[in-house]
């Protein structure tokens, strides 16, 4: 079955710089992706979702790429803020069209 | 987008309780769901409960267990039956809107269960 995989050791980065997250996917090419940021306690926050035939996608300080090729998202911040310390889902639709959702890396900015 | 509230935002129950969560939609939609997420988990998706129909389980999830109702398009329950300390988690309530892709979540209910 299809599987996300998000690396599970926390990204440790100083303020200012890019933080740069992975999603990789095992099979098939979903339809489309979504990332989400969840804070401790609280549900999860839609970002962006990116679609199969979407090389790149942007909003704000934010980007994502989808390499089908690689099976393969990443997802930039740039410019980091020590606000932008949370966990980072990245999910995709299966067969039945439902969201299925990696573990989530978990992001430090530090000033 | 999609503004979701749910209540209780948390609760403490006892071993053997029942508890019923709600979830509120600020516009009419489809497609609602509800997850689960287990401490230092990712979420896990319980049951689609989509208006006019039957709520749809995933694998290891069971109607007697967690009960769901859909009255309407802006609203839904979810309960958690005879609760155990494996019960404790965040529920979830999270909606599509019709003929978009992009699911919203709502803030979560926090259980713990004694």
């Known amino acids: 079955s299809q599987k996300i995989e998000q690396n599970s050791e926390a990204l440790n980065i100083q303020e200012g710089k890019t933080a740069t997250l992975t999603c990789n996917y095992t099979?098939?090419?979903?339809?489309?992706l979504q990332w989400y940021r969840q804070d401790p306690g609280r549900g999860p926050v839609f970002l962006l979702l990116i679609r199969e035939n979407e090389k790149e996608k942007r909003k704000e300080r934010l980007k994502v790429t989808f390499d089908t090729t690689l099976k393969q998202s990443l997802f930039h911040i740039t410019a980091s803020q020590p606000a932008d310390s949370a966990t980072y889902l990245c999910?995709?639709?299966?067969?039945?069209?439902?969201?299925?959702f990696g573990g989530g890396t978990r992001l430090m900015v530090k000033p | 987008s999609a503004v979701i509230s749910q209540k209780p935002s948390r609760d403490i129950c006892q071993r053997g309780t029942s508890l019923t969560i709600q979830c509120q939609v600020d516009s009419q939609v489809t497609m609602m769901f509800w997850y689960r997420q287990q401490p230092g988990q990712s979420l896990t998706l319980i049951a689609t409960?989509?208006?006019?129909?039957?709520?749809?389980?995933e694998s290891g999830f069971v109607i007697d267990k967690f009960p769901i109702s859909r009255p309407n398009l802006t609203f839904s329950t979810l309960t958690v039956s005879n609760m155990s300390p494996e019960d404790s988690s965040i529920y979830l309530c999270?909606?599509?809107?019709?003929?978009?892709?992009?699911?919203?979540f709502g803030p979560g209910t926090r259980l713990t269960v004694l």
């Open positions: 999270s909606v599509r809107r019709d003929s978009y892709n992009e699911q919203f």
């Open positions: 409960a989509n208006q006019g129909s039957e709520a749809t389980y």
């Open positions: 999910a995709h639709n299966n067969a039945g069209n439902m969201l299925t």
């Open positions: 099979n098939y090419s979903p339809a489309y």
